[in-house]
Structure formats: structure tokens, C-alpha cells
């Protein structure tokens, strides 16, 4: 009784271990530009640094032509499309997955792999969701909001640099 429970336990904690770090990988992408800059505000030669870093992404952005409101909204309504495609064939591969657990012996090797292809299919679902959601693609090359706020962002840092000591 105690093995069991030890086993569950464990089972149980790393589940929860893998759902928390998605949280926490969301976090650590949101705040890294946030402590760039915050380290590169200790030292004026770091600063120097991130103010040129910025003033490259801005120009090889530049590059390329802005997207209007117009088209960035059907970029995007495109790639929600995909992704509600994915999110339908997750749902219906936990329908197909219960619907054979409930006839199924789930005792046997064929369930086990059924099992292992059908959580092997839902996860690359997921991951393939969450890379394109946060994807630095054409849509994020050709965005104004992005140039706009590297824009606002490199002015501050050039402000910052200008009265350094």
C-alpha cells in the first residue's frame, strides 16, 4: 500500500511539474527583454551595446514592407484558423482515446501503444500551437506595433545613454 502510493505520488508530482513550466517558460520569454535592458542600464558600455543591438533588429526589420491593419488581421485570423484545426483534432483524438479505453482491455501492449501515439499526437498539437503563437515569422517581420515599440525602446535607451554620467 505504501510502494503504491509512493508510486502515485511521484506520478503526481511530476505531472504537476510538467504543467508548471509551461507558466514559468511563458514568464522567462516575457521578461528578457525587460532584464536586457535592466543590465544593459548598469554599465554604459552594455548599454552602448544593447542601444546597437536594437538599431540592427529596427534595421533589418526595415527591410521589409509594414503590413496594413487590413493584412496583419488576416495573418492572424489565417494562423487562429490552423491553430483551431489542431486544437479540433486534439479533441477528437481524447474523444477516440476514451471512446477506445471504454472497450478496449487496457491491459494489453496494442492499448498501451494506442496510448503512446495518441499522447505523442496531442503533444506535438500543442507544442505546434504554442511555436506558432509566438513565432517571430513573416507576421512579426512586417508589424508596425513591433517597430513602434523597438522604436519607443531604443529612443529610451538613447535617452538613458545621453545622460550617463
Do not use: C, H
Request: glycine share 4%.
Amino acid at each position: 500500500m505504501i510502494m503504491a502510493l509512493k508510486a502515485d505520488t511521484g506520478t503526481i508530482l511530476g505531472i504537476i511539474a510538467l504543467v508548471l513550466m509551461l507558466p514559468v517558460a511563458y514568464i522567462a520569454n516575457m521578461t528578457t527583454p525587460m532584464v536586457a535592458d535592466w543590465i544593459s542600464r548598469r554599465s554604459k558600455v552594455s548599454l552602448g551595446k544593447r542601444i546597437a543591438k536594437i538599431e540592427k533588429k529596427l534595421a533589418e526589420l526595415n527591410k521589409y514592407p509594414v503590413t496594413s491593419d487590413v493584412e496583419s488581421t488576416i495573418l492572424w485570423s489565417i494562423k487562429r484558423a490552423e491553430n483551431g484545426i489542431l486544437l479540433a483534432a486534439n479533441g477528437l483524438i481524447i474523444v477516440i482515446y476514451f471512446g477506445v479505453k471504454s472497450v478496449a482491455d487496457v491491459n494489453s501492449a496494442s492499448f498501451r501503444d494506442f496510448t503512446g501515439l495518441a499522447f505523442f499526437i496531442w503533444l506535438f498539437n500543442i507544442f505546434t500551437i504554442l511555436r506558432d503563437r509566438y513565432a517571430k515569422d513573416f507576421r512579426w517581420e512586417r508589424s508596425a506595433q513591433v517597430r513602434e515599440n523597438l522604436t519607443k525602446s531604443l529612443e529610451d535607451l538613447k535617452q538613458l545613454y545621453a545622460s550617463w554620467p
